[in-house]
């Protein structure tokens, strides 16, 4: 596509329900990142996939949160057992080239706006 | 420590003005640097990259001191248009190699 996109653009949910975030990133972008941003700060990192392959996970807080990018194109961000903690925009973003390029640019999507009850 | 430290603001000026922010980070083997904007409640847009030797982009200077692990960016004559929070960017070395954003300084420019 165009552009990098995000669904659901938001999420209400109550704590201890199972959550899905979806990212499109844009046609052909090998490289997919997922990002956390609250309120008043960066976005932080979560996971870096290159191709079908989580190639960093380092970023993911706890064995509730998951990712997956079974066809090297759509990826899922799963969180289970929602915390009011998780609270925050999910950013993804892709890029043509990979992490281990030092002009990676990263095109963001909209993000998904999570809020635990 | 964080890795990338950014004064937070707000900082609020008129048109027209000169405006300058800064940003330090802890890894002294990072590789590569950009500033960021990010506008209210959208997501992050790349601003520019950061070279060793500055450079600039229209309004904007962009420079980078590896000895002290400092980055800077200028923006010269103040846009309405430029009010955002811009977020300075460092990319790791090794096996870190993701982007590590810093808090984000805001900005607003006043008519």
């Known amino acids: 596509g165009a552009g990098v996109s995000q669904t659901p653009s938001n999420k209400v949910t109550e704590k201890g329900k199972y959550v899905e975030l979806r990212c499109d990133p844009i046609?052909?972008?090998?490289?997919l990142y997922w990002y956390r941003q609250s309120l008043g700060q960066g976005p932080e990192f979560l996971i870096y996939?290159?191709?079908?392959?989580?190639?960093?996970d380092s970023g993911l807080p706890n064995d509730r949160f998951f990712a997956v990018r079974p066809e090297g194109s759509v990826s899922t961000l799963k969180i289970q057992r929602t915390e009011r903690g998780d609270s925050a925009v999910y950013l993804c973003?892709?890029?043509?080239?990979?992490?281990?390029?030092?002009?990676?640019?990263?095109?963001f999507g909209a993000g998904s706006r999570l809020t635990v009850l | 420590r964080k890795e990338v430290e950014q004064d937070p603001g707000p900082f609020n000026v008129p048109e027209g003005a000169t405006v300058a922010f800064n940003c330090t980070y802890s890894?002294?083997?990072?590789?590569?640097f950009f500033w960021y904007r990010q506008d209210c409640r959208k997501e992050p847009k790349l601003l520019m990259s950061?070279?060793?030797s500055g450079n600039e982009d229209g309004r904007f200077t962009a420079q980078l001191n590896r000895a002290s692990q400092y980055i800077s960016l200028l923006i010269r004559d103040s846009k309405l248009s430029d009010s955002a929070t811009y977020l300075c960017?460092?990319?790791?070395?090794?096996?870190?190699?993701?982007?590590?954003f810093g808090s984000g300084t805001q900005l607003t420019v006043l008519p």
């Open positions: 890894n002294s083997a990072s590789q590569s």
């Open positions: 996939f290159q191709g079908t392959g989580a190639a960093d």
């Open positions: 950061v070279y060793s």
């Open positions: 973003a892709s890029s043509s080239t990979g992490a281990n390029s030092g002009a990676n640019v990263l095109t």
């Open positions: 046609s052909g972008h090998t490289a």
């Open positions: 960017v460092v990319k790791g070395a090794g096996s870190a190699r993701q982007l590590t």
